[in-house]
């Protein structure tokens, strides 16, 4: 599609009136003054509706015991592009694998959602959440535990009743 | 009625003092929030409504705000001038409150009370001087700070201040010969005894007299010395904290004090319709007006007329204040040599032709020995309307402020092929 450019008609410098200029200008101003219809949001009171497909802070699902359902298989640190996360995997009496520790730093996660995309056993997730300010720099470090804490649903490109995308 | 005198008269004095400069600074810190409220209104947003109801805290949460901030001394600027200058700013944009009368006599069981600071008999005078010394502040912080943008605002604000100080006195003079006096009190006095306030019979002093002092507080149109996409922030770049402080509560000072001026000298001052309010000393007497053979007629003070007049001079002020925000946030800022050809191109001669007019018509209407009274100021007011009305006709049509479109037949073409291009493929040319 071409750009088309509208060229503005300016009157003549002899019928052009400062004045009346001026003050439709100014009836203009008083109408949005009056106007009670505004486009500010009031932010914590009033929410943005967020995407379906928002990619926010990260969730670990968790077994009914409380167990991390992640395998400790090594997959979301190594596909991950921004490298945010710190995997060292432990292996239990029955041979099972579980983390010993799981790091996201949502500082330098950009939120790609890789991660999810690659879990074999659906553990880590996105999550629709995109408030997490704290006021120290290491408190963005998320570990295991506060990993598995978020309570905020994670996204929807992940169905939970199509766990495998099938 | 007599007026208060000895002991109560001093603790009325120091009262009004107290309460008066208080009322001000009052006013100056909530035209602050409402300039922003205003401004967000007239953008679709809602402005600070955080801090208390309706965020009618504000300004008390910037004061402090502003109170704890670092305060910054530039390491070439001129330590002495530079902490002057807000002072130099701040002192006059309040002191000239103090000859503006702001209601009607009260009266007290000591005796009448006048609502002035001080009804000093220079008035306008005194007024004229102490905002001529703001202009000194704002050159002073421009040139003390030594940065070049904060000198050229400085340079700004003095050629502007200086070129509009000419019509806004011209203008006044007009109200001056139709009062007979520059005390504030008589032209409120004389616009009660006229039965119209002077915005009508000096309508065209009136329009000079806004644009003037619109120049004269530095807002827009006319925010030359601290044009914010040109000059950072002007004279006060280098400012932070409660020196930068200073310089806003003067700016909003200087609106507050230009508002009851403009609502003093040509709406009425606290004057409400009906000759129910005038009061006036007369002879050491308070009168209302004077009989058809002459004689004083007693003025009847009461507190509620105090209370109402009182309000009518606010909501008059009020007027102007919003006049100032909602300009500001209409029109956009002239450009340096326009606000020079307004005010010596086109606001000094027309003042100086309509002082003429008025002076003439004035001179005509007592030689025919006509009332001063309502006739008198109906008379005037034809006069004046037509004059404006010419006015606004002959200088209004592109020349005084032209657009783009005026400035087209100076245009140069230019050439919409880039040289690099027309270069290739021109023939001929390796």
Known sequence: ?166 | MEPISGMPAVIAMAAKNLGIFTLVILVVAYATYAERRVSAFIQDRRGPNRVGPFGLLQPIADGIKNILKEETLPATASRLFFVLAPIMVLVPSLVTFAVIPIAAPLPTPWGVVDMIIADVPIGILYVLAFSSLAVYGVVLGGWASNNKYAFLGGLRASAQMVSYEVSLGLSLIAVLMLAGNVTLTEVVWQQQQLGMWYAFPLSLAFILFVISAFAETNRLPFDMPEAESELVTGYHTEYSAMKFSAFMISEFGHMVTASALMATLFLGGWDLPGAWDNAFWYNGQLISGFAANGDPILANPAAWKTLLTFAGFAAKTGFFLLLYIWIRWTLPRFRYDQVMALGWKVMLPTSLGYLMLVAMTILVLDEVGLHFGFLYGLVLTLVSGAASVACVFFLDRGRTIAGAAATASQKVEIKTIPTAVASVHAPGRH
Not at chain 1, 59 to 74: I, L, N, T
Not at chain 1, 108 to 126: L, N, T
């Open chain 1, 1 to 166: 599609m071409a750009i088309s450019v509208k060229v503005m008609q300016r009157p003549e410098p002899e019928s052009t009136s400062y004045l009346r200029a001026a003050l439709s200008g100014m009836a203009l101003t008083f109408k949005h003054m009056v106007n009670p219809a505004k486009v500010t949001q009031q932010y914590p009171e009033e929410m943005t509706e967020l995407s379906p497909r928002w990619r926010g802070t990260h969730v670990m699902e968790q077994h009914a015991d409380g167990r991390p359902k992640c395998v400790a298989c090594g997959l979301c640190p190594t596909v991950c592009p921004a490298n945010c996360i710190r995997l060292v995997g432990g292996e239990d009496d029955q041979g099972n694998r579980y983390p010993i520790v799981y790091e996201i730093d949502e500082f330098r996660c950009i939120f790609c959602g890789m991660c999810q995309e690659v879990c074999p056993v659906e553990a880590i997730h996105v999550g629709r959440h995109f408030e997490n300010a704290e006021y120290t720099r290491d408190r963005f470090v998320y570990d295991l535990d506060r990993l598995m804490e978020q309570d905020h649903p994670s996204t929807l490109l992940w169905d939970p009743s199509d766990p495998s995308s099938e």
